[in-house]
């Protein structure tokens, strides 16, 4: 199996963009899609982007997701951040076995 | 509007058995592959289990594997999560979500139950 990497906390000001990095440590990100997730305290989590970079319905479009084969790794990028982006969220992958991987986590911080 | 409800949840003794039920509503729940995934106090998520629509393909997590059973009743719209030998390791919030047909991602996830695995 791999393990999926991600930062433990970025942050950044209000009106900025971040981007988060979801790196795969044994085989080709570009294998299977992947999904971010968002979850604020206390809250089940949310979906904000699947297969690679595609937005649910309701998701504005200042998320979006990108995978780079050179880098192994999959982005999830946030653009004019609102404080209401403050939460954890996870990448998520799986592997030929259909065994689902989620990265370890990451909290912004909006200050 | 899509509904996950969780329930069945609560203190259960090291070795001690427990059944999840997750209620489903607002779609046809019997086209859906449905999952399970924890959350450990303070810790990140993990995958727990699927079953695929017809109940023909069923995965777990090593963790589980051996001690937890996935099942669904579609007639009842409902997923199950029967853990057996319980460990306090297994103390999570549990969530069932909702599979995009042919993704192996999720789009709907519940409130999740809270498990607790102490003497």
């Known amino acids: 199996n791999f393990m999926l990497t991600q930062p433990h906390s970025v942050s950044e000001s209000p009106g900025k963009t971040v981007t988060i990095s979801c790196t795969r440590s044994?085989?080709?990100?570009?294998?299977?899609?992947v999904q971010w997730y968002q979850q604020r305290p206390g809250s089940a989590p949310t979906t904000v982007i699947y297969?690679?970079?595609?937005?649910p319905s309701g998701v504005p479009d200042r998320f979006s997701g990108s995978i780079d084969s050179s880098s192994n790794s999959a982005s999830l990028t946030i653009s004019g951040l609102k404080t209401e982006d403050e939460a954890d969220y996870y990448c998520?992958?799986?592997?030929?076995?259909?065994?689902?991987?989620f990265g370890g986590g990451t909290k912004l911080t909006v200050l | 509007e899509v509904q996950l409800v969780e329930s069945g949840g609560g203190l259960v003794k090291p070795g001690g058995s427990l059944r999840l039920s997750c209620a489903a509503s607002?779609?046809?729940?019997?086209?859906?592959?449905m999952n399970w995934v924890r959350q450990a106090p303070g810790k990140g998520l993990e995958w727990v289990s699927s079953i695929t629509s017809r109940s023909d393909y069923i995965y777990y997590a090593d963790s589980v594997k051996g001690r937890f059973t996935i099942s669904r009743d579609n007639a009842r719209n409902s997923l199950y999560l029967q853990m057996n030998s319980l460990r306090a390791e297994d103390t999570a919030v549990y969530y069932c979500?909702?599979?995009?047909?042919?993704?192996?991602?999720?789009?709907?996830w519940g409130q999740g139950t809270l498990v607790t695995v102490s003497s």
């Open positions: 979500a909702r599979e995009i047909h042919s993704t192996v991602s999720f789009d709907y």
């Open positions: 297969e690679d970079n595609q937005r």
């Open positions: 998520q992958s799986h592997d030929s076995s259909n065994q689902v991987v």
């Open positions: 607002g779609f046809t729940f019997s086209t859906y592959s």
């Open positions: 044994s085989g080709s990100i570009a294998s299977n899609h």
